[in-house]
């Protein structure tokens, strides 16, 4: 159920029930010459969108703007600087705490986003602890990426091996072509990205979109993308599906 | 054309031949008993993609999280601070400069976010001015919420008088339900929104949302949600898209 | 009655009686060729300080640094970021709440304050939506431009026509002669400004310093200073004050 | 030469021959049982112009609000957070750095505003310091309290003795009645402040408002107002004026 | 080699041929009834100032507090605010590329810290970022704790197995043993820590001081510290010393 | 007693018998050709600490980084944005005060700290004073450089006389030779510091690192450094502790 597409006495309704509540949170940024710009928010909006109509558990609105600095040097990338999505992810926390909601499930697409939110997270709770309020917090929050569910990163692996890679991952493609079909075309660079010996371990150092442009001259951080097939992405969208709904369950009935 | 469902070469290609955007800025809010939550974004996302779909103009993923702080009494609502949404403004506009738009145009759907929106935006300009920069900034900025252009306004009055009131109107319920068929139900409360004595114009008073709640029960401010009808909201968009054409191009021609 | 020359007793007492309070806010900026720096501020400081002569209303000391980042281009301009404007306004808000005040009406004298005001004002109450308190804010605010009265805008209107423009106003230009004769000397620039047929209406676009010193080169948004007279200053203020009196008045009734 | 009362080109014209201004900044707090509540700006503001007048030097409008947090246990009190005006410190001197001013003198007259003046002068250097720029700012700031001028201290000690004490001062309020006449009135506790053993020296401690009261309960600090009198008030003014302006005179003439 | 030691024309010699340098970071809080409250900054310090003598690598100062929000629960705990800690990191970054280094290397010791300094580092190239400047900053960042290093990371799960846990844990305590032996007793409470089925993965969740306290009633987060020794200490610390050479030599060759 | 060397239990034994505790916040900059970069924190750490051990009172983690933004133009300085500092301020009170810590002692050595810690201090209380809290709050700051001890500052000119300068000054050489005697070098700048007729006061003005570098060429402000020996380092430590010793006495006694 998409909050969205809700009445408030109906969500009040839910809330008789449930607590918890499920936020899909990407960017906006290049995908290398095949890639969508918004692959890393449609992702996980499908993957949410699927498990809340399974489930009939509240979907909010997708947060499409995340944190992508180093995405600037392509036209089409936007970005939130670090402080203004912490700001924002406090906020959200903040509103759904504020109106009843006691779980809350940032389901992201986007590696960049993650530092911000959790710092955005923790400044939330930060009030409290400064205050020296006994009461605990009523309301707590998980972050997952969708690749991280075991079986969603197995099949991933076993699908692409090396070719996944970390930007414009075939995985990441195929979904948008299975969940937007319409914009399929043919691969316009089919090949592997170049080779470059400089690559490191993604999250092992940190530039400006000046350094990634120079590094990732097409965009693709080490990925295949043309690997991707819509009927992979049906696969692994139901794998993550099934992943989010277990993770969900017991955050939901975690103390 | 929804820039996230384009590539990064696409979005290189158009710029050679256009420098302006569309983004789309809502807000997540109660909507009285009969309204959807996300009406405030889904409206000038419905319009800006129609007008996208007609022009080939690039439309920005949608800005769905507003400044909604007074609505924070009623389930579903969910809110930025203005501080955090002037932020995000700023580092939309920055992202889009620094990619090489120069007509930015926010179409907006929620009072509430005029002030943030505009905070935020001269807020980048700041940055120049302050540096004494003698080079004009290429990038230019507009703010204009769908119900302004004149033929929609013109046509919400008309068809419902002072049944519109200000907040859950029937033209953005109309528009929700021209947008979103599958949502439409039969209304649960039909009758107008209770008379208050008290009730001042919107913008006049700032308040929080105990406040809000107090004056507004059912959550509607003097709208008569209603007297939507699919069919008015299919021509209330159809006026704002032929707005929002005429006041974009003329926008992109300015100087 | 200006709170700075009042002492904290007499303030006390005032609150038995009262809980209303004007704070006149403007600008430091250039006001074209002829029209006094501090034009913004003085302006709203002469009508309230005169509602506040004639009716007993306390006034509190002028805001006399405004957001006007797009006119640092020209000399003895000075501009506050918009979010330091916003904090001031929250602040301004916070001490007047904590203090025992319950109605704050910004009596305002310059365009470019208005969305940080509102956005400042709006961080006040936001703190309380989010914690989710029950009882409404005792304090309201209200935000008016003072050429936004009825009679006083006819005024201007009848007595200068197009000629009024948006920004080194005569009526403006007037009202700082009633208020600062001492100040008159012969118009430098007697004729209207430059023609621009790029001249777009205010409000309408975003730009830095560098920008408005191109469009408006002698500083003058289409307004032709030098129609001001004293004598139509003081029927303008006349004016002003009356309308601020009698909306001042509903601010306080209202609940 | 107050600069709201001067156009743009006059300033232009000034900026040819002199770079130097002067900026009056207090706070709008209680001063005990007579003391004005504008007492700290009214100071400053009133020597600064008097300087003005005699030399020519331009003069900024008064920054009317200042640092005050302590004093929101009295009615009339107002306060900006230490940040706000730490910001807009900040932005003055970044506004006339951009508009050609290089030496900015901020005459103060209330202690409070020490921190966050210094503080915010400095953010503003950082931005070049951080950024490793070679050439040194052109822009020079000095923040001097109207009482540390030696010939103004001596006065204040030599006419009042322990009856100065640190707050709401027979010093300042002589200068309020010399400069506004209409506002003097029998003293209504034309007694000494109540001794407090705990009494500490100011600036040995920091505490919030409802400790401050509960120290200084009739709100002065250690100072007997009511010895007081307009004659000594134009006597320290004109110490005052003799001080800025030698002062001012060595800082623009400082490398 | 630390750079609190060293004369600046000794770093300028040292910056004539190296341009790395190491910041170990952590916090100040609670560990358990027997650990040391510094443990999180001792650790890295420990091991990086071990690495310095032995390299002649800078290492500057120790950060010694860090985000513990959730630790204020407990007697010694101490914390900054996430936003803080971003900050502090992106002007230590600007600072070091101001002044001629480009790679730096934090080594933490508190896993509460790593959002917080990725956010503020990504702060600081996204200035650049949205600047749209082409050329890449010189300076890179790398982020570690020290128990990653792969070598650590074996042995301290060969000596502790599941006795290890995530707080407290008896290789940190170790450490602490090793390096201030003064500060060795006997284990107030030798025993593990009380086995709660509610215990949830690191990272998972979060949550305020007060729940973290309800979670964990003597502060130790599944760790049974009193199986440290200090030379298993001594043999955790020579790993680690071995593996940030490694990966710090790693750093600095790279591109 | 080092609070990083203690454990959580122990402190809240302290608390049950004291409530204060010392804070030594320095900075990390350049001292001149000869001076040590951790000069600043070197020298209240070791005081500090002597005192802690002499009198069993808590020392907490040293503040090593400072604000030092004009020190930027020498290698091996580092800085906090004044923001930043004062933001670190603010949350060392909120933490201590919400672990039940009611005096905070922070000992400074170094002047540009002082603006943003007392900006930051008076931060935390002004979120209770614009709350209109009426109880005070029970947290009380105290802010004092290690030199203002009567004893030391009479020690310091006895010793150096006009030698002593504002900046890497003998008695704070002095200090860092006897706490730290390994890193005694022949003095490779023995000649005083260049004289410069344009040296001006300190505090009186501002500037930023590229002006600092051009005023004082060697880094040193008039201090003739050479003049320190570890003898006199002895001497110093002992008048500060002593002087620490009674001011922090007589802070923990007051109301």
Redesign the interface.
Known sequence: M???????????AY?GKNSGIVVPVGT?E?????????TD??CPETIARRFGEQSGTLI??????G?S??Q?????????????L???A???V???????FARIYFLNGHG?N??????????Y??T??????????AV????KSWWEFPEADALRKALYGNGEGSHATPSEVAVTMAA?PD?IKPF?RPAPPPVDD?I?HAG????????FR?RYAD?RVGSDSALATPDAGRRIVAAAVAGLAEDFES?CQ??
Chains 1, 2, 3, 4, 5, 6 share one sequence.
């Not at 995908?31 to 918004?38: E, K, Q």
């Not at 409290?128 to 917090?137: C, D, H, L, N, Q």
């Open positions: 998409r909050l969205e597409l809700m009445t408030s006495p109906a969500v009040e809330l906006t290049q995908h290398g010459p095949d890639g969508l710009i918004g928010f449609l909010a609105p997708t947060m499409a703007y944190m600095q180093f600037l040097g392509f036209a089409g990338s936007m970005s939130l600087r670090p402080s203004t912490a700001a924002m406090h906020d959200i903040a509103s759904l705490a504020a109106t009843g960049g993650l530092a911000p939110l959790r710092a955005g997270i923790h400044e709770y930060a409290r602890s400064f205050a020296g309020i006994k009461e605990p917090a707590h929050c998980r972050v937007y914009t316009v400089t490191i092992d150092n940190y530039f400006d979109a000046a350094d120079r965009g955050f975690s103390k």
